[in-house]
């Protein structure tokens, strides 16, 4: 136990001594504070040239609410618990494969090292996508992982920065369940992740930002701001209990998977849930949610 306490706090001065170093050295292409900020003012500069909902102000509704969200996640929400916790749960893990004489690198099948650069990195994008995106599912069928995406979906009016706005929980679903995959496909580097995360991070801001695209004959493969609105709809499609276009980058899985759906131009839907005026509207109360709500509902 001592040496998971070990992990544990170490894992706070070794994460804070690396957001220091991400904020005052700018000489490593992937710094990704400076890389966050700089993708966020250019996708925000797209959607005020090519403004798609034209009469939704410049700082829509929730604006500010997102920025906080968008920095909160991407860094602090890390220092708080995320590394910690995954380091410790990491090395738990190998101590109970080495019980019984295994390893994590007993279960890879594949080493991204020993393959082209280009193909090891396709591996690495197209098994976290897939993951995420059936892990998307799961957060919208089953009820309590529902409750803590209600969060992202409170958005009422879309922009680059709602990309980011998500409970502190999910964080910890999604990275639970890629564990194991990337285990598999083990052998990548600090820069394979980071040339996949930016690129994801950049199509997610395009996918929530006030723009009209959606890439032409590439919108069955990429994931678009046409198509990800509809997965934000208020009122589901008849006979679509759990919703619909989950796809995080791509967006070949709804198609495949027959989850995809685009009636209509969706620009001035309403987004949201059911309820959703009931839903709470600042950072720690939806932050709080739904722990929170019950046992407000129990003491009324």
Not at 120 to 131: H, N, T, W
Not at 164 to 178: A, D, G, T
Not at 186 to 195: H, K, P
Not at 259 to 279: A, K, Q, V
Request: hydrophobic residues 45%; neutral net charge.
């Amino acid at each position: 136990m001592e040496k998971y306490l070990d992990i544990f706090t170490k894992s706070y001065s070794s994460y804070w001594n690396y957001l220091k170093y991400e904020l005052i050295d700018l000489n490593h292409w992937d710094n990704y504070f400076y890389g966050l900020i700089l993708i966020s003012v250019l996708v925000w500069i797209l959607e005020i040239a090519f403004p798609w909902r034209k009469e939704q102000a410049l700082f829509r509704k929730d604006f500010w609410l997102d920025i906080f969200y968008m920095f909160f996640n991407f860094f602090i929400l890390n220092l708080i618990i995320l590394i910690a916790l995954s380091n410790t749960v990491s090395e738990a893990f190998n101590d109970v494969l080495g019980l019984v004489g295994l390893s994590v690198s007993s279960f890879q099948l594949v080493d991204i090292k020993a393959l082209p650069r280009w193909l090891g990195l396709f591996i690495l994008f197209i098994v976290s996508d897939f993951v995420q995106w059936n892990t998307h599912r799961l957060l919208h069928r089953f009820e309590w992982l529902w409750n803590f995406h209600k969060v992202h979906h409170s958005i009422k009016e879309m922009g680059f920065a709602g990309h980011l706005r998500y409970h502190w929980m999910e964080p910890i679903v999604y990275k639970s369940l890629l564990y194991i995959p990337l285990a598999v496909i083990g052998g990548f580097d600090a820069q394979d992740v980071a040339i996949v995360y930016f690129f994801n991070i950049t199509i997610g801001h395009l996918n929530h930002a006030n723009l009209g695209w959606d890439y032409g004959i590439l919108k069955y493969i990429f994931n678009n701001p046409k198509m990800h609105i509809w997965h934000h709809v208020k009122e589901l499609p008849k006979g679509e209990r759990f919703g619909v276009n989950f796809g995080i980058t791509l967006s070949i899985w709804d198609y495949l998977f027959k989850t995809d759906y685009i009636p209509r131009d969706g620009r001035d839907i309403e987004l949201g849930f059911e309820d959703d005026e009931n839903f709470p509207k600042d950072f720690l109360s939806q932050s709080a949610y739904p722990a929170f709500q019950r046992k407000r509902k129990k003491t009324l």
